[in-house]
């Protein structure tokens, strides 16, 4: 892969001849040119920028010195090129971007400064080559450049033959949509503290389950916009509940429990007899979190300790919603709010309800009794990894 840099301080990219990219350097895999924008410059101070049009404070990147610096570089033919430009203003950087831009042959990055780039070298770079403008997070860098390392060094280290161990690429965040699991080596003991036992059984089986119930969890904890891909679209929040939740946590419930009715034959369930003070009164009792996606409240679940139990319970999901991976969420995000006292997940269901049975099985919970009554309920349980 080939790649350019226009900027006006070189000196600021010399960290892409050490580490990683400089070795891929040395072995040919990547092409490295850094360009100084002031060679594209004619007067005598070498100026790059000007006052901005419109008024207002700093000053602009000047669209000569870029034009002349993309028609030297792209020339006639760009295909398989693309220039990014980087901007607080861009596309959000992510791994599904660094994967995209892995598979172009060349990148050109453009490294703004002062108040940015003339937006008509970008609109003029646009009809040659594809130009996507790219933001590294939501915050302000004085320039282009460390943004423009931070993309080069998530884009090489995906091109084939780049890594030594391909499989790192794999186990990492955001590759499976999660974060990754914290991860240990040598010693097992140190200050104090241990490496999880699990990881020391040589159960494979068992390590893999940890590791994903770890990567759940820090996922939850730290980034639940990461979870539901599939599951919901639009903007969504999961959030614990609060008082002013409970007249919607109670109509949601009423909608979910009268399919249970039905498909048990029981119009005894208790969620069915609840009123709003019953439901008000456990949102003390249970740790409860509420999904609202545009502001609706589309989802509940709730977990209590008892003893070493977490109990789940009062696991909805709107009619309209369901068959999307929301009740899978769900019931991640309550598995990974299990408090460090839980030894076991234990939830109840009617003993005909069959998705939710098939849901509850496919996450690795059993049928441990089925209770006397019409509906059951069946009791499921399942046994939390490492503990
Ligand atoms: C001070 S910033 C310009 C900010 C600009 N006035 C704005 O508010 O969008 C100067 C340059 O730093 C770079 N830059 C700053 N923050 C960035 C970010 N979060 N991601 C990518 N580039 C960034 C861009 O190249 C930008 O042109």
């Known amino acids: 892969m080939r790649l350019d840099y226009l900027t006006i301080f070189p000196d600021y990219l010399a960290p892409l001849q050490l ?19 002031r060679r594209w410059t004619h007067d005598r101070h070498r100026t790059v920028d000007d006052t901005p049009y419109g008024g207002g404070a700093g000053m602009v990147l000047k669209p000569e010195p870029f034009g002349e610096a993309l028609d030297e570089l792209l020339g006639d033919g760009a295909e398989g090129v693309t220039v990014v430009v980087t901007t607080p ?12 831009l892995a598979t172009r042959d060349r990148l050109v990055f453009a490294c703004g400064r002062y108040e940015g780039i003339d937006q008509r070298v970008l609109d003029h770079a646009r009809t040659t080559a594809e130009v996507r403008e790219v933001s590294i997070g939501d915050y302000v860098l004085n320039g ?17 033959g780049f ?33 999880p036992p699990v990881l020391l059984s040589g159960d494979h089986g ?33 959030e614990r509940a609060v008082r002013a939740d409970a007249a919607e946590i109670l109509t949601l419930q009423l909608a979910c429990w009268v399919r249970e009715a039905i498909a048990n034959d029981d119009l005894s369930i208790p969620p069915l007899h609840e009123d709003l003070e019953t439901v008000t009164a456990s949102l003390a009792d249970w740790d409860t979190s509420v999904v609202r996606v545009g502001g609706r409240l589309v989802g509940s679940v709730r ?9 789940i319970g009062r696991l909805m999901v709107a009619p309209d919603l ?39 099985k ?19 349980t399942k046994r939390i990894s490492g503990r």
């Not at 097992?188 to 490496?195: D, K, L, M, N, Y």
């Open 89 to 100: 203003s861009g596309e959000p950087f992510t791994q599904e971007l660094a994967r995209e």
């Open 322 to 360: 369901r068959g999307r991976g929301l009740g899978r969420l769900l019931l991640e995000h309550v598995q990974a709010a299990a408090p460090a006292g839980a030894a076991t997940y234990r939830l109840f269901t009617g003993k005909d309800s069959a998705d939710n049975l098939r849901m509850y």
């Open 163 to 195: 890594m030594g161990n391909a499989q790192s690429l794999v186990e990492e965040s955001h590759e499976g949509g999660l974060l990754e699991h914290p991860v240990y080596t040598k010693p097992a003991s140190w200050r104090g503290h241990e490496v």
């Open 206 to 238: 068992a390590i893999a389950r940890w590791r994903r119930d770890q990567a759940v969890r820090r996922t939850v904890e730290r980034r639940p916009d990461l979870l539901p891909a599939s599951a919901v679209t639009g903007d969504w929040t999961i």
């Open 19 to 37: 580490s990683l990219p400089g070795k891929a350097v040395a072995s040919g895999l990547l092409d490295v040119h850094v360009h100084d924008l």
């Open 362 to 380: 496919k996450a690795g919970f059993r049928v441990r009794e089925v209770l006397d009554g019409r509906s059951g309920p069946a009791v499921l």
């Open 144 to 160: 282009g450049e460390v943004a423009a390392l931070a993309i080069t060094e998530a884009v090489v280290r995906l091109l084939p």
């Open 303 to 311: 977990g209590r300790l008892d003893g070493d139990v977490w109990d």
